[in-house]
């Protein structure tokens, strides 16, 4: 079973039993997997998905008249292992932007971007599978979405020191108090580097940040909602899967005074053993208290995507920002 959030058994395991790079294809459904498998049943996936993946992957299918048979030519497709920056040229590019690498997918002439930071110790292709689907069902509803995974230069995108947590919930509550509050070290550093990539992302596309959409899983949705909080401008909105609070007094400040009214998705599960789920309370309350419009919906999974319908939530919010499009 390949496990799409690695980091997860990084952070119980350490980095030798961190699992190997993700095949390139939607994992089959694992709600009895707790190492945060992807959660798309190939049975959820539309006739022309399937069709896509099998082509993705470079096989064909002109010869599978059942959809029986285009299952056995997906599983096919799936098992082929996946190395490069971006899972194939058909289904997604390869492009440097600010000096990241990224996996680029979707229409060239957007009117939404969605950007899609990784987890810790994650590789962003990884993400590639949710972003080729969302797109898909996106583009079937008449809206030019572009999806931009950059991958960070160094194994995480700013230091996190998770002993420190562990210890501070053994030390009573002002000490976990102080840990959350602070900023941890490389921030400030990803703040510039993020800044000049948005930058950068907005000249490629041409759009304003008002059509840019932050997305982000574990501590890639800390990257997506610190970078938010830190534009001149309110971006279109922004995801936190699985996600974490830090630098709450900045926060709070940035939301207050520049980004009032800023939309939130944030998803996080029940289950979750690396980051607790009583944390997504505060984030939320943090997030309420200083004027974000947050839609908080906590599902049965861990460290993980989630079960089935918070795909659903995820492709409702996206197309509630999405501009429609003339189908071409």
């Known amino acids: 079973?390949?496990?799409?959030?690695?980091?997860?058994?990084?952070?119980?395991?350490?980095?030798?039993?961190?699992?190997?790079?993700?095949?390139?294809?939607?994992?089959?459904?694992?709600?009895?997997?707790?190492?945060?498998?992807?959660?798309?049943?190939?049975?959820?996936?539309?006739?022309?998905?399937?069709?896509?993946?099998?082509?993705?992957?470079?096989?064909?299918?002109?010869?599978?008249?059942?959809?029986?048979?285009?299952?056995?030519?997906?599983?096919?497709?799936?098992?082929?292992?996946?190395?490069?920056?971006?899972?194939?040229?058909?289904?997604?590019?390869?492009?440097?932007?600010?000096?990241?690498?990224?996996?680029?997918?979707?229409?060239?002439?957007?009117?939404?971007?969605?950007?899609?930071?990784?987890?810790?110790?994650?590789?962003?292709?990884?993400?590639?599978?949710?972003?080729?689907?969302?797109?898909?069902?996106?583009?079937?509803?008449?809206?030019?979405?572009?999806?931009?995974?950059?991958q960070c230069g160094e194994s995480a995108w700013f230091n996190l020191d998770f002993s420190s947590y562990v210890m501070a919930v053994l030390q009573g509550e002002a000490e976990k108090a102080r840990v959350v509050r602070a900023t941890p070290g490389g921030v400030e550093e990803m703040r510039a580097s993020q800044s000049s990539f948005v930058a950068a992302l907005r000249e490629r596309t041409g759009l304003p940040t008002s059509a840019l959409c932050l997305c982000g899983f574990s501590q890639g949705a800390m990257v997506a909602l610190d970078v938010a909080l830190h534009l001149d401008e309110t971006c279109a909105g922004v995801v936190v899967l699985s996600g974490f609070v830090m630098a709450v007094e900045r926060w709070a400040e940035r939301l207050a005074s520049r980004h009032r009214g800023i939309r939130v998705l944030q998803l996080h599960g029940l289950q979750d053993n690396t980051i607790p789920f009583y944390t997504a309370n505060w984030l939320c309350d943090l997030l309420k208290t200083n004027g974000a419009r947050v839609m908080f919906i906590p599902h049965s999974g861990g460290h993980e995507f989630g079960p089935p319908h918070v795909f659903s939530s995820l492709l409702s919010f996206l197309t509630s920002l999405a501009p429609s499009a003339p189908m071409s």
């Not at 000096?99 to 962003?124: F, K, M, T």
């Open 1 to 150: 079973m390949a496990d799409w959030f690695p980091e997860t058994t990084k952070f119980f395991f350490g980095d030798d039993e961190a699992p190997k790079p993700s095949h390139h294809l939607p994992a089959r459904d694992a709600a009895s997997d707790g190492g945060g498998a992807l959660h798309l049943d190939v049975k959820s996936l539309s006739i022309r998905e399937l069709r896509r993946s099998i082509s993705d992957a470079g096989l064909g299918h002109s010869d599978c008249l059942e959809r029986s048979e285009l299952e056995a030519r997906f599983e096919e497709a799936r098992s082929r292992e996946y190395t490069g920056p971006c899972p194939s040229p058909d289904g997604a590019r390869a492009v440097e932007i600010a000096g990241l690498r990224c996996c680029v997918l979707g229409s060239p002439n957007p009117e939404l971007v969605v950007v899609i930071y990784h987890g810790y110790y994650a590789p962003a292709s990884e993400l590639v599978p949710l972003a080729q689907v969302l797109e898909a069902r996106l583009h079937e509803g008449g809206h030019a979405v572009q999806f931009v995974l950059p």
